[in-house]
């Protein structure tokens, strides 16, 4: 019956040449590969609990007085949103659970996106023919910042509603058309009644499908250009090294999946996050002490504090304080890192096409800019927690400002030189460590055919030696008689 099943869909759709096809294509052996798909899989585990939650969350910001099972808020004043997640928390079964791992798995994504991004740039894979990816890749960055910063802001609890407070503030400061910016987003004035259903049907709906979409290019990109490869002895620009994607690499795709949803299960289940019974719901009219966002949150927060209060008054417009740290900067940033391949191609005047990554170490200059604008954003994600940091340290704020001021932009300068002297220092030792396991290696022909060898060992090799520090393994014919892609 199976059999029968699946000659009825070839029949009809010519599944099976795609399908035996797709099973020989091969994929990188290397742990660095593996941070997109927890980005992806991350984003699969977000789609499925939140999907739950909606059946549970109210977008009203209508006041109701609260009576549950948690005392200490027990006849308050509070939105049907802020009532509705207190529901899910307390009184919906496994509510907590779904909200918590849903929590974590956002953060989780949006450091698996940033560290690939990382891999990438630091790696070189943004080069010649893969120049549209990158771009990709940059903007699914910038969408996985707004979704989470829309879903963090949804429960409408004290912490929450501060961070939406500064973010009407930052739409109000872009000159010109700010006013109507933040009308438009906002619904109004703030707080505005409309707001909590605008950012549900971003979160759940608009964003979700963006993300979707850009995902889905990304993977049928990388599909039709093929993946990259550490260079290795015997490696060429044309060949393909790693494993098959059936069974191997399936079975390990699959089992790295369960171990992710495994982690953040137990992450949901045992290590609270986002306690908004603690904040208490949000008023317009009060902000908490310490507030702090989301740590992929932390390097904005940090830009607003640390900036200097300078305004532009000219020709009848301002330009408020806020528009330079929260709006100019990281337009900046991102514009500069989405054209950075062609940015790269100015500078080195490459214009050949690259199927071999570089080590870090090949390309200091680069190593060293890239480590530069880490730090950068290190600071700003501390210099948004200055006001607990100078309460811990038991110093005034203003002191611990002017401190990180100072420190925000001496740091950076001191990675680069120091990240620039260690990646020359490396690169004239000419020693690479490259893992080394049962990998495949697909070879293009001179006559524009496939050859596929396999190759065993272990351990690390320096140039043009095997895991033992022998010569490379002689080649072995690989089983099948279909090359891989």
Do not use: C
């Not at 918590?100 to 949006?110: E, K, R, S």
């Not at 630091?122 to 890749?137: H, I, Q, S, Y």
């Not at 214009?351 to 290190?378: C, I, K, M, Q, S």
């Amino acid at each position: 019956m199976i059999e029968g099943l699946f000659r009825w869909f070839d029949e009809r759709l010519g599944a099976a040449s795609f399908a035996r096809k797709s099973l020989r294509k091969v994929f990188p052996d290397h742990w660095s590969f593996m941070l997109g798909e927890i980005a992806l899989y991350s984003f699969l585990i977000l789609v499925a609990t939140g999907v739950f939650l909606t059946f549970f969350y109210v977008p009203d910001s209508t006041p109701v007085i609260y009576h549950g099972p948690y005392r200490p808020l027990d006849g308050q004043a509070m939105s049907r949103a802020y009532q509705s997640v207190m529901r899910l928390s307390f009184e919906v079964r496994a509510g907590l659970v779904f909200r918590q791992i849903h929590h974590w798995a956002a953060l989780v994504m949006v450091g698996a996106v940033s560290l690939h991004a990382a891999r990438v740039f630091f790696t070189g894979a943004f080069r010649k023919p893969r120049e549209l990816n990158w771009v990709l890749g940059v903007l699914l960055l910038v969408l996985t910042l707004l979704i989470g910063f829309a879903g963090y802001s949804l429960p409408d609890d004290l912490l929450s509603g501060t961070g939406l407070r500064i973010a009407y503030s930052v739409l109000l400061s872009v000159p010109l058309v700010g006013t109507w910016l933040a009308f438009l987003v906002f619904g109004g004035e703030y707080p505005s009644p409309d707001l909590l259903s605008r950012l549900f049907v971003l979160h759940v709906m608009i964003l979700p499908a963006l993300i979707g979409a850009v995902i889905a290019a990304h993977l049928a990109i990388l599909w039709r250009q093929k993946h990259t490869n550490f260079p290795a002895p015997g490696l060429t620009e044309d060949d393909i090294r790693g494993e098959r994607l059936w069974p191997r690499y399936a079975f390990k795709s699959v089992g790295f999946l369960m171990v992710l949803f495994g982690i953040l299960g137990v992450l949901g289940g045992l290590v609270q996050v986002n306690p908004i019974w603690v904040y208490g719901p949000y008023s317009a009219h009060i902000v908490s002490q310490a507030s702090q966002p989301d740590w992929y949150m932390g390097w904005l927060e940090g830009a607003i504090r640390l900036f200097p209060n300078w305004e532009i008054r000219a020709f009848g417009h301002e330009i408020p304080e806020p528009f330079f740290p929260t709006v100019l900067m990281p337009g900046l940033f991102f514009t500069a890192l989405g054209l950075w391949p062609w940015i790269e191609r100015g500078i080195t005047k490459d214009l050949g096409e690259h199927n071999l990554l570089n080590f870090p170490r090949d390309v200091p200059w680069r190593t060293a800019l890239g480590t530069a604008a880490l730090t950068y954003f290190v600071v700003l994600t501390i210099a948004g927690g200055d006001d607990v940091i100078a309460a811990n340290l038991g110093v005034s704020i203003e002191t611990m400002t002017l401190m990180l001021r100072a420190v925000v932009l001496v740091l950076p300068v001191i990675a680069y030189a120091v990240a620039l002297y260690v990646a020359r220092e490396l690169r004239r030792s000419g020693v690479h460590p490259v893992r080394r396991s049962q990998i495949s290696t697909v070879r293009r022909t001179r006559e524009g055919g496939f050859e596929s060898t396999e190759v065993a060992g272990g351990g690390f090799a320096g140039p043009g030696e095997g895991g033992d520090g022998s010569s490379t393994p002689p080649a072995v014919p690989a089983a099948g008689d279909a090359p891989a892609d």
